[in-house]
């Protein structure tokens, strides 16, 4: 098994579910959950294979992408922030509008080639051994890209005056409120953000790590596990990352167990039997799961939660006390 | 101009001239919700230097009030003048703009940010990033200069109440405010630290700061305000009153609208048989704290067994270990059952009524009806139940007497609870509980957020209970409640059952001392009441009250208890135990008061027509507020 | 940006009762003409489609068969996502306990469990439904405990849970189980296919041709039961009463952590006894694409009908008609578009039982 061409891997399909990712922990931080990411990724696949193939340009592509998953997310943020519909039934209703829409705008596209980012190797960093070969070399774009965001989103949320605000927003409104912090304005604000990271992802998938569309195969699960990613990750930056890197590897490693014919010594028996692969198959989503749960009792280990507010509208009372 | 008295007590005192400008004009406001009209032309006018209590009961519309003024509501009309100019609120930003501050009853503090971030959060600067130390150094310097101890890289989870209503106060006055609005601050406070907030505002006061001071508390308000505005439904029923020109009693009847009379008739009564005993019980808190330590309770048929103490030292754990919400170690005893670590429905079917402290979010269900919320502990027992089957039309039936009964206030049972004002929530769960004809009943808070008539009704039908002979456990953070009501009350400090006073020896002092964690062993009183009377032995009071010169002795105790080092003093603790507790404050106080009462003028407000009192007695009076009547000895 | 806000959101006194039903019935309304008009914006005529809808699902009693069929598995999925919603359970899973119900129900016929030659139809098939629930049931118990237990938001769980039972599904149609190399297993024999109208011909004529299966008279009784359990018994108020507010209910004595784990699984029982009826009664094997999205459908399909059971009967045949349509429609995702709008309208519209919108102009903001 080639290991640099695991690890190559892993990091590709790990910049899309970070990418994701790290837009909905924004989005989770300032209280609102939004599971409508697998939509809007796919409607971002679908927005930006469509112009980038129709118009030539691929960068387009992905601004139409970008924009798209942030109208979406703006109709999620509109419900719940000024309706204060429930913020779990508004987000899977915005998966299936997303799923609709990318599927009956996306339609006669399979299959078709389109422009692609281009891919580029660092100078100095890839000739470092090893390293530099997985990491830095003949890698897409975006790849680079999801590389610088994770740093720049942690001292974003961490570091800044503006993180001080989101985070605020997210554990006690209230407060923030009072004190003249916007608390619509900001929820506004990060469930576009986030939205627009979703669409991103989407391309990121359509016209970037595996270019193409194929309708809801496009996507085919992959929001959900950025969504899961970001309650394993405790609304960290660099947790996400590090959750979405390893989630590639393990994937890829997973489907890799096909090609030999001997494993520790042993007949392998993926080789021999092939449809042994639909178990193989599985476990991205039995990763998750597992990820998940130990997630969720590490939590409670260390006493760290969810942002407070999360998943609670906000109201400013109407009667005083 | 203003004009400047001459120096009286160390205070100085700004008081209106023709032409002095208030700080604090708001005219004619008009403050209207979907179907509430919350403020009703309302006056009110602050001038600089002064303390001005704001009174009502709850739904007056005085928090509202006072949101207009911070910017968070926009009147509908009505005029807002700021020392002389007329303003205009958009946001809260505009308020702060105008260096108007306040510190809220229920604090607003980001727990799991330090005291700095928490500081700075809605601040136009730092442009970008943050740069924690400089602004640590910062507040550290501020607070120096106002007196007040914190540490500014401390996260709020990791603070007592005390110190983060000092947060409160570092917030607003890091940004400058000059009109400081505090509501109910004193609510969570224990007595002692009540007092020393007091004498912190009356500094600010002294530095000519203008403060607005929200409160229900009649004998708060007359202890600490200048001027004194009453809210009643939206409107103003007395406005910029001098405070010595009422009693309480006519303080109440402004708030209400009628005639209210403190007196609620207790007959003397015979403990029963044992009902409730709790053994060694210890439980930790939601962030796995150490909230109840070996905790033994008894509790007997016809009995009411307050619980004081300040919120949050293990009162709200101890009633979730009775009921089965919580683990515990130990045992607890409920009529021979071990009820420890059994869930609720275990005691519910023994028996154990509880009213619990949150009526929204625990006692009742809001979008069900009232009926659904009746049956919600019996649909298993007749007539409700028929096998697999509800019957829904006995439900309605009985959920229709207990709505007479209990007198709630709806339009039908079908009515969704949502709907319900506190009061009439309150008589819901109360008629649940109480209808079950219980052995016992834990209640916590009920009378919290009810107006004056409502707490009357609940308090009533407390008694009644208690005359039936069932057992009451009522924790409440309203020691006048608990004075009133309890044959005994247990006193709770950081988890610990500190005393146990019999109803004869209720002495406000040492509960407030037992409060902030005083043993009673240390204090030379009469009883401290650490075992129980045997079962048939009566509870009335036998021994007299407790004289006034064995009160002003252990008060001077502590003025001398100050001076003399490396001796345990009064508090139990030696002077070298690092501690910010309150009670360590008390022994100034009482040296100021001892060294006042030898000056000429006593410290009391100047217009006071006893202030022929003798020495002890304005001790006394200072020391037992409401509670002393004169010729007491 | 001003505050407050020109709009005023005041908590309704009551609303009327028609109008749940009536922002139903305008939501779906709403979202055909929404969609029409993405049609119309990828070239087809939406008014020339929406007739062909129409036609392909009423024109014709054989057409009306057509749409039972695709609401029988429609009506019990809704049914069990109305009963675990009730409790504020959020299964999105019912497709994946769809497809493990299926594989349990042809377990009996492929592995095979019984003599298929002596046993009698009937219990041929009362096996299948019966193992069919079990699989679904049991499939809906990892979510259940892992919400009760751990408190793991089940909504990803189920989604995870659906895709993996696919895969296992595939697993053994590719494998063990293929019939000749394709992906499906043989047919199954008759004695194991749920009755049919069809079968009646020779007594009617009429019903020659037309596929509708009893499963739809086991939604119908299950719409019964559920009505019973919510609307009846002692066991569906401690369900609402959860579903409102569970820390009233854990205050009140009830077992929350029993209750979570006995309505997933009822609820899974429903969706696995769907995956029966599909292939025992539809397509009488076990294939890759046994199921368009029912799962998905079903749930949007429970909150139409606002969790009443009866309702879900109504919206079940609405979706079914949209199922039968949509087959032969292009673009294919249509029918996924228009469910996906209905869903957010739906929420939206929730908006207005919840309060009274009033527009406050500025200028009317003085004191009467």
Redesign the interface.
């Known amino acids: 098994m080639n290991w640099i061409e695991i690890f190559r891997s892993g990091i590709s399909t790990g910049t899309v579910l970070l990418i994701a990712a790290i837009g909905e922990t924004l989005t989770e931080r300032s209280g609102i959950q939004n599971l409508g990411v697998e939509g809007m990724m796919l409607v971002g696949a679908m927005a930006g294979f469509k112009i980038a193939y129709q118009t030539g340009n691929v960068w387009l592509g992905l601004l139409a992408a970008i924009a798209a998953g942030g109208l979406l997310s703006l109709a999620h943020a509109v419900v719940t922030i000024h309706f204060q519909a429930d913020q779990t039934v508004s987000g899977l209703s915005l998966t299936f509008l997303g799923t609709g829409l990318a599927l009956v705008l996306g339609d006669g596209l399979t299959g078709m080639t389109g422009p692609v980012i281009p891919r580029a190797t660092i100078p100095l960093l890839s000739q470092i051994p090893y390293l530099g070969q997985v990491a830095f070399s003949d890698h897409n774009l975006l790849v680079y890209f999801g590389y610088l965001l994770v740093p720049l989103s942690w001292y974003y949320i961490h570091k800044t005056r503006q993180g001080l605000h989101l985070r605020a927003v997210g554990e006690n409104p209230a407060a923030a409120d009072t004190l003249g912090v916007n608390i619509y304005r900001t929820r506004y604000l990060y469930t576009f953000i986030g939205g627009c990271f979703a669409g991103l992802a989407g391309a990121a998938i359509s016209v970037a790590i595996a270019p193409g569309w194929y309708s809801n195969l496009t996507v085919n699960g992959q929001g959900w596990i950025a969504v899961a990613l970001v309650i394993f990750a405790h609304w960290n930056p660099w947790r996400v990352a590090m959750g979405g890197y390893l989630f590639g590897v393990l994937r890829r490693f997973t489907l890799d167990l096909q090609g030999p014919r001997l494993l520790f010594g042993l007949a392998n028996p993926f080789f021999f039997n092939t449809n042994l692969v639909f178990f193989l198959q599985m476990a991205p989503y039995i990763l998750t799961i597992i990820a998940l749960i130990w997630g969720s009792s590490a939590a409670r280990k260390k006493r760290i939660g969810s942002p407070a507010a999360l998943g609670i509208p906000y109201q400013r009372g109407e009667r005083g006390l | 101009m203003r004009a400047i008295s001459p120096i009286k007590d160390g205070l100085m005192t700004f008081t209106e001239t023709p032409d002095a400008v208030p700080a604090v004009e708001m005219k004619d406001i008009?403050l209207?919700?979907?179907?509430?009209l919350?403020n009703d032309?309302v006056n009110f006018t602050v001038y600089p230097g002064e303390i001005h209590a704001l009174l009502g009961e709850?739904?007056a519309?005085?928090?509202?009030?006072?949101?207009v003024l911070?910017g968070?509501?926009?009147p509908?009309?009505g005029e807002i003048r700021i020392h002389g100019k007329k303003v205009s609120f958009?946001?809260?930003?505009d308020a702060?703009a105008n260096g108007i501050g306040?510190v809220?009853?229920?604090?607003?503090?980001?727990?799991?940010?330090t005291v700095t971030?928490?500081i700075?959060?809605?601040?136009d600067?730092?442009?970008?990033?943050?740069n924690l130390k400089k602004f640590d150094q910062e507040i550290s310097e501020l607070a120096e200069q106002f007196g007040i101890h914190i540490d500014p890289t401390a996260k709020i989870w990791q603070l007592s109440v005390g110190e983060q209503q000092r947060v409160e106060i570092l917030?607003i006055l890091y940004r400058g405010a000059n009109i400081l609005i505090m509501?109910?601050p004193t609510a969570v406070l224990a007595p002692q630290e009540a007092d020393e907030l007091i004498e912190t505002l009356k500094g600010m006061a002294a530095q000519g700061k203008s403060i607005a001071f929200i409160s229900h508390k009649l004998t708060e308000v007359k202890q600490v305000a200048d001027k004194l505005t009453v809210l009643r439904r939206g409107r103003v029923t007395a406005e910029r009153v001098d405070l010595q020109d009422f009693t309480r009693e006519s303080l109440a009847s402004l708030m209400v609208g009628r005639e209210v009379i403190f007196n609620l008739q207790k007959c003397e009564q015979t403990a029963g048989r044992e009902v409730l005993r709790l053994e060694d019980v210890s439980a930790v808190n939601n962030?796995?704290l150490p909230a109840l330590r070996n905790v033994d309770l008894a509790l007997h048929e016809g009995e009411i067994l307050g619980i004081a103490g300040v919120a949050g030292n293990g009162q709200s754990e101890l009633v979730e270990v009775i009921?089965?919400?919580r683990e515990c170690t130990g045992n607890i005893w409920l009529e021979g059952k071990n009820i420890a670590n059994k869930?609720?429905?275990?005691s519910?079917?023994h028996g154990l009524a509880?009213i619990?402290e949150?009526r929204i979010?625990?006692?009742?269900?809001?979008?069900?009806s009232l009926t659904?919320n009746i049956?919600?502990?019996r649909?298993?027992q007749q007539p409700v139940?028929q096998k697999?089957?509800?019957n829904y039309v006995a439900a309605d039936a009985l959920a229709g007497g207990l709505k007479t009964e209990y007198d709630i206030q709806a339009p039908s049972v079908q009515t969704q609870a949502?709907?319900l004002s506190g009061g009439n929530l309150q008589k819901l769960i109360l008629a649940r509980e109480l209808s079950s004809t219980p052995h016992m009943v834990v209640a916590m808070q009920p009378t919290r957020?009810l107006d004056v008539g409502a707490i009357e009704s609940v308090q009533q039908l407390l008694l009644n209970q208690r005359a039936q002979g069932t057992a009451i456990l009522l924790v409440s953070e309203d020691l006048d409640e608990l004075l009133s009501l309890s044959d005994r009350i247990a006193v709770m400090y950081e988890g610990h059952i500190v005393g146990t006073i019999c109803s004869g020896d209720f002495d406000i002092t040492q509960i407030g001392l037992m409060m902030t964690g005083t043993l009673p062993q240390d204090l030379k009183s009469p009883s401290y009441g650490g075992d129980l009377p045997p079962s048939d032995e009566s509870l009335s009071p036998s021994a007299p009250s407790s004289s006034f010169d064995e009160v002003l002795e252990h008060v001077q105790q502590y003025g001398e208890g100050q001076s003399s080092s490396e001796q345990p003093n009064a508090e139990g603790l030696t002077p070298s135990e690092e501690s910010s507790s309150p009670s360590e404050k008390l022994p100034e106080e009482v040296e100021q008061h001892g060294e006042g009462s030898s000056a000429s003028e006593a410290p009391t407000p100047p217009e006071d027509p006893e202030l022929n009192l003798t020495e002890k007695e304005r001790v006394l009076r200072k020391v037992l507020g409401e509670k002393y009547q004169l010729g007491d000895e | 940006m001003k505050i407050p806000y020109p709009v005023f959101f005041k908590r309704a006194e009551d609303y009327p009762k028609w109008l749940p039903a009536a922002t139903s019935v305008a939501a779906v309304l709403l979202a055909f003409v929404i969609s029409g008009v993405v049609l119309a914006a990828t070239g087809a005529d939406p008014l020339k489609v929406y007739s062909y809808f129409f036609k392909a699902s009423f024109g014709s009693w054989g057409a009306f068969s057509d749409v039972v069929v695709k609401a029988t598995p429609l009506l019990l999925i809704g049914l069990g996502c109305s009963l675990a919603f009730r409790m504020r359970l959020w299964n999105i899973g019912a497709e994946g306990q769809f497809f493990v119900g299926a594989f349990m129900a042809s377990a009996v016929v492929m592995v095979p469990l019984v003599n298929l030659d002596t046993t009698p139809r009937w219990a041929i098939i009362s096996l299948m439904a019966a193992l069919g629930m079990l699989g679904g049931a049991l499939y809906a118990f990892i979510p259940g405990i892992l919400k009760a237990k751990l408190n793991i938001n089940e909504i990803i769980i189920t989604l995870m849970l659906n895709y993996i039972a696919v895969l296992w599904s595939n697993y053994w149609i590719f494998g063990n189980w293929s019939e000749a190399g394709f992906q499906m297993t043989k047919t199954f024999p008759k004695n194991a296919w749920l009755p049919r109208l069809a079968d009646l011909a020779a007594e009617f004529p009429a019903f020659s041709g037309m596929t509708a299966h009893a499963g739809i008279l086991f939604g119908l009784i299950a719409a019964v039961i559920v009505y019973l359990i919510i609307y009846r018994s002692k066991w569906g108020y401690k369900i609402t009463l959860i579903g409102d507010n569970p820390r009233a209910a854990r205050y009140a004595g009830i077992n929350i952590t029993r209750n979570t784990i006995l309505v997933f699984m009822i609820s899974g029982a429903l969706a696995g006894l769907a995956g029966m009826t599909e292939v025992s009664g539809v397509v009488h094997r076990l294939q890759e694409r046994i199921s368009t999205s029912y799962g998905f459908s079903g749930v949007i399909v429970a909150w139409l009908a606002k969790l009443n059971p009866f309702a879900v009967i109504l919206v079940s045949i609405l979706f079914g008609a949209l199922l039968v349509a949509s087959r032969e429609i292009q673009p294919s995702g249509i029918s996924f578009l228009i469910q996906g709008i209905t869903l957010f309208l739906i929420i939206s519209s929730d908006v207005l039982l919840k309060y009274e919108i009033k527009w406050v102009r500025p200028a009317q903001e003085t004191a009467q």
């Open positions: 008009v209207r919700f979907p179907g509430v919350a032309h709850n739904g519309g005085k928090s509202t009030l006072m949101n911070t968070l509501y926009k509908q009309s958009n946001s809260p930003r702060i306040m809220h009853q229920h604090f607003m503090l980001v727990e799991n940010q971030e928490n700075l959060i809605g601040l600067t730092p442009r970008f990033a943050l917030k509501d109910e962030k796995n009921t089965g919400l869930p609720p429905s275990f519910i079917s509880h619990p949150d979010g625990v006692g009742t269900a809001p979008n069900l659904s049956i919600m502990k649909y298993d139940s697999w089957q509800l949502r709907k957020g």
